[in-house]
C-alpha cells in the first residue's frame, strides 16, 4: 500500500507543503485538472450563521503550505475576481489619501499617547496583526497570523507529528484558577502519571489564578530537558509531581477490528505521513475480511492540507475528484485522485463541532461519491485554506489563499458539514471514551453505536 500511495507524481496543490523537508518526506498522489466551473459558479455566497468558535486546533492552525521564498511580490495591476469572497473584506466608505493617514496616525500616536513606553516597532506589529484579522473570517481571526522563528518551529513540529512538551492536553478554568487535564498523549512524559480529570493548580509552585492563558502556556512549555513542578488535585487528594519535557512522536492514528467484518479508524490529527501509515493498515484490514468502516474524526482539526486528499484516494479510486479550489492566481480548479486502486468499502464518518478543515475535506470527498455517511453534529465550518510566506527577518506570516469546495461544489465554510445522521455525546464523556478500547467504546458512545448499526445495514 505504501507503494500504491507514492505511484503517480503530483501536482501540489499549494507550492510546498510546511517545508522543503516535509515536501520531500511525501509527495501527494493528487493530480489537477484544468479550470473547470461548477453549475457556473461555486457555492461561494451562501451567508448563514456562524459555527460555535470552539477549539477546533489545539496545537496549530493547520493547514498552512509555506512559501519556499523570500523574493519581491511583483506589483501588478489586480482585476476583480466574478466569485464573491465567502466573508466582507471589503470598505463602503471611502477613504481618502489611505497611506497617508496611516502614517499620520502612526506619528500622532507616538506623539500623544499618554506613556512614553509605546514604540514603533509596537505600532507595526499591531498593524500587522490588523491586517491579518481584517483578511480572515470575523469568528475566526487566528487564521492570520505572524510568527516568530521559535514560534513557527512549534508550529511545524506538530504539523510533523513531533512535539516537545509534557504531552497534557487541559482546559483552563478561570474561576478557581485550575487547569483540567482532559487526555494524555500516549508516549509522553506525563503518560502513567496524570490521568483525565486531574486538576493542575499551581506550577513551579505559583498558582495559576488570575493569569492570562498565554502566560500559563508559557509556563507549561520550555525546552527539551527542562523540568516543571506541578501541584495536582485528583478526587480529594492534593500531591506534587516534576515531570521533564521531552520531544516524542504524537500517535494520530488509532485502529481495530470490530466484528461482522467492520473496521474502526480513528484519525486524531493529519500529520505528515499519516497517509501511509493509514493506507497499511487499511490494507491489513481488508485482508483479513473488513468490508466495512467507521471513520473517526471527531476532536480533529485539521492538520497537514494536503494528507487528507491522500486518505480519501485510499478510498476513491482514479479521476474522482477529491477537492475544487478557487484562488486568485489560478482561479477554480478540480484536484482528483491518481490513486490506481482504491478499497471498496463502505464508511461511516464519525464528526462534531470540532471536526475541522481537513477533516471535513475527507469527509465531504467521501460523502459527495456516495461511499460515505455522516453521522454526528455540524461540523466546525473551516472551507477556506491558508499558505505560510517567510518575511525577510525569517519571521512568518499565514493567510488565507484559497476556498475549498466539495466534488458537488459545495462551501462548508462558516455553516459546516451537516451530518446525514445526527448523534452527539457530551465532551466530558467523550473525554472518557476516548480512554477505552473502540470495542470497549462500542457499548457507550452513542454515535459510534448509531454508526456500526447503519453499516450493519448496508450490504
Same mark, same amino acid.
Given at each position: 500500500?505504501?507503494?500504491?500511495?507514492?505511484?503517480?507524481?503530483?501536482?501540489?496543490?499549494?507550492?510546498?507543503?510546511?517545508?522543503?523537508?516535509?515536501?520531500?518526506?511525501?509527495t501527494?498522489?493528487?493530480?489537477?485538472?484544468?479550470?473547470t466551473?461548477?453549475?457556473?459558479?461555486?457555492?461561494?455566497?451562501?451567508?448563514t450563521?456562524?459555527a460555535? +468558535?470552539?477549539?477546533?486546533?489545539?496545537e496549530?492552525?493547520?493547514?498552512?503550505?509555506?512559501?519556499?521564498?523570500k523574493?519581491?511580490?511583483?506589483?501588478?495591476?489586480?482585476?476583480? #475576481?466574478?466569485y464573491?469572497?465567502?466573508?466582507?473584506?471589503?470598505i463602503? @466608505?471611502e477613504?481618502?489619501?489611505?497611506k497617508?493617514?496611516?502614517e499620520?496616525?502612526?506619528?500622532?500616536i507616538?506623539?500623544?499617547?499618554?506613556?512614553?513606553?509605546?514604540t514603533?516597532?509596537?505600532?507595526?506589529?499591531?498593524?500587522?496583526?490588523g491586517?491579518?484579522?481584517?483578511?480572515s473570517?470575523?469568528? @475566526?481571526p487566528?487564521?492570520?497570523?505572524i510568527?516568530?522563528?521559535?514560534?513557527?518551529g512549534?508550529?511545524?513540529?506538530?504539523?510533523?507529528?513531533?512535539?516537545?512538551?509534557?504531552?497534557?492536553?487541559?482546559s483552563?478554568?478561570g474561576?478557581?484558577?485550575s487547569?483540567?487535564? +482532559?487526555?494524555?498523549?500516549?508516549?509522553?512524559?506525563?503518560e502513567?502519571?496524570?490521568?483525565?480529570?486531574?486538576?493542575?493548580l499551581?506550577?513551579?509552585?505559583?498558582?495559576?489564578?488570575?493569569?492570562?492563558v498565554?502566560?500559563?502556556?508559557?509556563?507549561?512549555?520550555?525546552?527539551?530537558?527542562?523540568?516543571?513542578?506541578?501541584?495536582?488535585?485528583?478526587?480529594?487528594?492534593?500531591?506534587?509531581?516534576?515531570?521533564?519535557?521531552?520531544?516524542?512522536?504524537?500517535v494520530?492514528?488509532?485502529?481495530?477490528?470490530? #466484528?461482522?467484518?467492520i473496521?474502526?479508524?480513528?484519525?486524531? #490529527?493529519?500529520?505528515?505521513?499519516?497517509?501511509?501509515e493509514?493506507?497499511?493498515?487499511?490494507?491489513?484490514? @481488508?485482508?483479513?475480511?473488513?468490508?466495512? %468502516?467507521?471513520?473517526?474524526?471527531? +476532536?480533529?482539526?485539521?492538520?497537514?492540507?494536503?494528507? !487528507?486528499?491522500?486518505?480519501?484516494?485510499?478510498?476513491?479510486?482514479?479521476?474522482?475528484?477529491?477537492?475544487r479550489?478557487?484562488?486568485? !492566481?489560478e482561479?477554480?480548479? +478540480?484536484?482528483?485522485?491518481?490513486?490506481?486502486e482504491?478499497?471498496?468499502? #463502505?464508511?461511516?464518518?464519525?464528526?462534531?463541532?470540532?471536526?475541522?478543515?481537513?477533516?471535513?475535506?475527507l469527509?465531504?470527498?467521501?460523502?459527495?461519491?456516495?461511499?460515505?455517511m455522516?453521522?454526528?453534529?455540524?461540523?466546525y465550518?473551516?472551507?477556506?485554506?491558508?499558505?505560510?510566506?517567510?518575511l525577510?527577518?525569517?519571521?512568518?506570516?499565514?493567510?488565507i489563499v484559497?476556498a475549498?469546495?466539495?466534488?458537488?461544489?459545495?462551501?462548508?465554510q462558516?455553516?459546516? %458539514?451537516?451530518?446525514?445522521?445526527?448523534?452527539?455525546?457530551?465532551?466530558?464523556?467523550?473525554?472518557?471514551?476516548?480512554g477505552?478500547?473502540?470495542?470497549?467504546?462500542?457499548?457507550?458512545?452513542?454515535?459510534?453505536i448509531?454508526?456500526?448499526?447503519?453499516?450493519?445495514?448496508?450490504?
Amino acid at each position: 500500500m505504501k507503494s500504491l500511495i507514492r505511484y503517480l507524481p503530483l501536482l501540489l496543490l499549494l507550492h510546498t507543503q510546511l517545508s522543503a523537508e516535509a515536501t520531500k518526506e511525501a509527495t501527494p498522489q493528487t493530480q489537477k485538472e484544468p479550470d473547470t466551473q461548477v453549475n457556473g459558479k461555486p457555492d461561494a455566497v451562501d451567508k448563514t450563521d456562524a459555527a460555535e +468558535n470552539t477549539d477546533a486546533t489545539d496545537e496549530t492552525d493547520a493547514d498552512i503550505p509555506e512559501s519556499d521564498s523570500k523574493t519581491e511580490i511583483p506589483k501588478q495591476e489586480r482585476k476583480k #475576481s466574478q466569485y464573491k469572497p465567502l466573508f466582507d473584506i471589503d470598505i463602503e @466608505h471611502e477613504f481618502k489619501n489611505p497611506k497617508e493617514a496611516f502614517e499620520e496616525t502612526r506619528q500622532l500616536i507616538l506623539d500623544n499617547y499618554y506613556s512614553n513606553h509605546i514604540t514603533e516597532k509596537a505600532l507595526y506589529w499591531a498593524a500587522i496583526h490588523g491586517m491579518l484579522r481584517h483578511v480572515s473570517p470575523p469568528e @475566526h481571526p487566528e487564521l492570520g497570523a505572524i510568527w516568530t522563528p521559535p514560534q513557527y518551529g512549534k508550529v511545524s513540529e506538530a504539523l510533523r507529528g513531533e512535539q516537545i512538551s509534557l504531552g497534557i492536553r487541559s482546559s483552563f478554568n478561570g474561576n478557581d484558577g485550575s487547569l483540567t487535564v +482532559n487526555s494524555i498523549l500516549p508516549g509522553s512524559p506525563a503518560e502513567n502519571i496524570l490521568q483525565p480529570l486531574d486538576r493542575i493548580l499551581r506550577i513551579d509552585g505559583k498558582a495559576l489564578r488570575g493569569l492570562p492563558v498565554n502566560e500559563i502556556d508559557g509556563m507549561m512549555n520550555g525546552e527539551v530537558g527542562s523540568s516543571v513542578e506541578l501541584t495536582i488535585v485528583r478526587d480529594i487528594k492534593a500531591f506534587t509531581i516534576n515531570l521533564t519535557r521531552e520531544k516524542f512522536k504524537v500517535v494520530n492514528l488509532e485502529t481495530e477490528i470490530l #466484528s461482522d467484518n467492520i473496521g474502526y479508524v480513528r484519525i486524531k #490529527s493529519f500529520a505528515a505521513g499519516i497517509s501511509d501509515e493509514l493506507g497499511e493498515k487499511v490494507e491489513q484490514m @481488508h485482508k483479513m475480511g473488513v468490508t466495512k %468502516l467507521i471513520l473517526d474524526l471527531r +476532536n480533529n482539526g485539521g492538520g497537514v492540507f494536503v494528507e !487528507s486528499m491522500r486518505v480519501a484516494e485510499i478510498f476513491l479510486p482514479k479521476t474522482k475528484i477529491l477537492l475544487r479550489t478557487l484562488t486568485q !492566481s489560478e482561479g477554480l480548479r +478540480n484536484y482528483v485522485s491518481a490513486s490506481p486502486e482504491s478499497k471498496p468499502l #463502505s464508511i461511516a464518518v464519525l464528526v462534531n463541532q470540532k471536526t475541522a478543515s481537513s477533516c471535513e475535506i475527507l469527509a465531504a470527498a467521501l460523502r459527495d461519491h456516495g461511499i460515505g455517511m455522516i453521522v454526528g453534529t455540524k461540523t466546525y465550518g473551516k472551507g477556506v485554506y491558508e499558505k505560510t510566506f517567510t518575511l525577510k527577518n525569517d519571521y512568518r506570516v499565514k493567510f488565507i489563499v484559497g476556498a475549498m469546495y466539495s466534488p458537488l461544489g459545495k462551501s462548508w465554510q462558516t455553516k459546516g %458539514l451537516i451530518p446525514d445522521f445526527a448523534s452527539e455525546v457530551d465532551d466530558n464523556t467523550f473525554t472518557a471514551l476516548m480512554g477505552v478500547t473502540p470495542k470497549e467504546r462500542l457499548k457507550k458512545d452513542v454515535p459510534m453505536i448509531t454508526a456500526y448499526k447503519l453499516l450493519l445495514e448496508k450490504k
